[in-house]
């Protein structure tokens, strides 16, 4: 069996970019997408914001400190969602092996092209500005991790193979926040032991990773050595619905909490309605004042898909918990799905 051909693709500060492409004035301008309002976060930004320090996910009064004279825009969800659309086509005018991450990147598995790979990225990267004026990068391995790790290379435009032969000494020198998977939360944890790079991740047992990780210890142990056996998938089963948002004022007060929550729960059960799904796994998710996330899940021992039954279980969890500190964000997600026609008949 010939050895798989994996390309990670990924588009450039996408949000930013199509606000770019839709208004040429803003070329070479410091762009942050994600709203106006101080209490927004960054969605994307263009590279000449990053020089000052702008990154995503960073709450807009930040980033406004960081980048005075940026120039600040409310997401455009739909024109994104379009302009996605057509890269995405000419992905799939490639191979039918395509696995989208998000609006704005995805696997290709290109083994069955038997085409020489460089190659292959090099026409989708002029395809996909031929058809809308945007830049990507692409990473090229035999597996996903290498793959992905590739594509972030050199960023924007960037192009990157790493083949077979590469392992593991292109990746020793790397600090361990490229491993994807590996959080600011685990980077820190390693850092406090004095593990850097990947160099020092290396001399680590696979024992002690996975007491220090759990069970994705050992999926650490494996990826730096250049193994991932996870294929690229046709289709992605939907793990988990959810909404949030973050709040006009900060607040721990319950009550004005609830109004968000009757809101989602409405939303989520539409949501399922349409997919024809239910689930058994609720989750809150609160933001504090102080930018750290909670969550707290509750699994019911049956599936519910009506807007009342998420709701009750949602305020069930919210008053379980202390609100010791103002929070900013709240959201409720339900997991643990399956198809409504497969549920068996409960109890009752």
Same mark, same amino acid.
């Given at each position: 069996?010939?050895?798989?051909?994996?390309?990670?693709?990924?588009?450039?500060?996408?949000?930013?970019?199509?606000?770019?492409?839709?208004?040429?004035?803003?070329?070479?301008?410091?762009?942050?997408?994600?709203?106006?309002?101080?209490?927004?976060?960054?969605?994307?930004?263009?590279?000449?914001?990053?020089?000052?320090?702008?990154?995503?996910?960073?709450?807009?009064?930040?980033?406004?400190?960081?980048?005075?004279?940026?120039?600040?825009?409310?997401?455009?969800?739909?024109?994104?969602?379009?302009?996605?659309?057509?890269?995405?086509?000419?992905?799939?005018?490639?191979?039918?092996?395509?696995?989208?991450?998000?609006?704005?990147?995805?696997?290709?598995?290109?083994?069955?092209?038997?085409?020489?790979?460089?190659?292959?990225?090099?026409?989708?990267?002029?395809?996909?500005?031929?058809?809308?004026?945007?830049?990507?990068?692409?990473?090229?391995?035999?597996?996903?991790?290498?793959?992905?790790?590739?594509?972030?290379?050199?960023?924007?435009?960037?192009?990157?193979?790493?083949?077979?032969?590469?392992?593991?000494?292109?990746? &020793? +020198?790397?600090? =361990?926040? %490229?491993?994807?998977?590996?959080?600011?939360? #685990?980077?820190?944890? $390693?850092? @406090? /032991?004095?593990?850097?790079?990947?160099?020092?991740?290396?001399?680590?047992?696979?024992?002690?990773?996975?007491?220090?990780?759990?069970?994705?210890?050992?999926?650490?142990?494996?990826?730096?050595?250049?193994?991932?056996?996870?294929?690229?998938?046709?289709?992605?089963?939907?793990?988990?619905?959810?909404?949030?948002?973050?709040?006009?004022?900060?607040?721990?007060?319950?009550?004005?909490?609830?109004?968000?929550?009757?809101?989602?729960?409405?939303?989520?059960?539409?949501?399922?309605?349409?997919?024809?799904?239910?689930?058994?796994?609720?989750?809150?998710?609160?933001?504090?004042?102080?930018?750290?996330?909670?969550?707290?899940?509750?699994? &019911? +021992?049956?599936? =519910?898909? %009506?807007?009342?039954?998420?709701?009750?279980? #949602?305020?069930?969890? $919210?008053? @379980? /918990?202390?609100?010791?500190?103002?929070?900013?964000?709240?959201?409720?997600?339900?997991?643990?799905?399956?198809?409504?026609?497969?549920?068996?008949?409960?109890?009752?």
């Amino acid at each position: 069996m010939s050895e798989r051909v994996i390309l990670h693709v990924d588009m450039d500060a996408f949000f930013a970019s199509v606000e770019v492409i839709d208004t040429p004035k803003l070329k070479g301008k410091p762009v942050i997408v994600g709203g106006r309002s101080e209490r927004g976060v960054v969605a994307t930004c263009s590279y000449e914001a990053r020089k000052y320090g702008v990154r995503s996910a960073m709450p807009i009064y930040m980033a406004k400190a960081q980048c005075p004279n940026g120039i600040y825009l409310p997401t455009r969800i739909n024109r994104y969602k379009e302009v996605s659309r057509e890269i995405f086509k000419i992905f799939y005018e490639i191979t039918p092996y395509v696995e989208p991450l998000s609006i704005d990147e995805a696997y290709l598995d290109i083994t069955e092209l038997n085409k020489d790979p460089v190659s292959v990225a090099m026409f989708i990267k002029e395809m996909v500005v031929k058809a809308t004026g945007l830049t990507i990068s692409v990473g090229i391995s035999y597996n996903k991790f290498l793959a992905k790790l590739a594509s972030d290379w050199n960023k924007p435009n960037g192009l990157k193979i790493i083949t077979k032969d590469m392992i593991p000494k292109v990746l &020793l +020198p790397l600090p =361990i926040n %490229k491993i994807y998977g590996l959080g600011k939360k #685990s980077t820190n944890k $390693l850092n @406090s /032991i004095g593990i850097f790079t990947i160099e020092d991740l290396y001399t680590l047992a696979p024992d002690f990773l996975t007491e220090f990780f759990g069970k994705y210890g050992i999926e650490i142990y494996k990826r730096i050595r250049g193994i991932d056996n996870r294929k690229v998938e046709i289709s992605r089963e939907t793990k988990s619905i959810g909404r949030e948002t973050t709040l006009k004022s900060d607040t721990k007060n319950k009550k004005e909490l609830e109004v968000y929550i009757k809101s989602f729960c409405s939303s989520i059960s539409r949501t399922l309605s349409i997919k024809g799904l239910s689930g058994k796994t609720l989750t809150l998710k609160i933001k504090t004042s102080t930018f750290e996330n909670h969550t707290k899940n509750k699994t &019911l +021992p049956f599936y =519910i898909s %009506k807007e009342e039954d998420i709701l009750r279980e #949602s305020l069930d969890i $919210l008053y @379980s /918990i202390d609100l010791n500190e103002e929070i900013r964000l709240i959201g409720v997600s339900i997991s643990s799905l399956k198809e409504m026609n497969l549920q068996q008949l409960s109890l009752f």
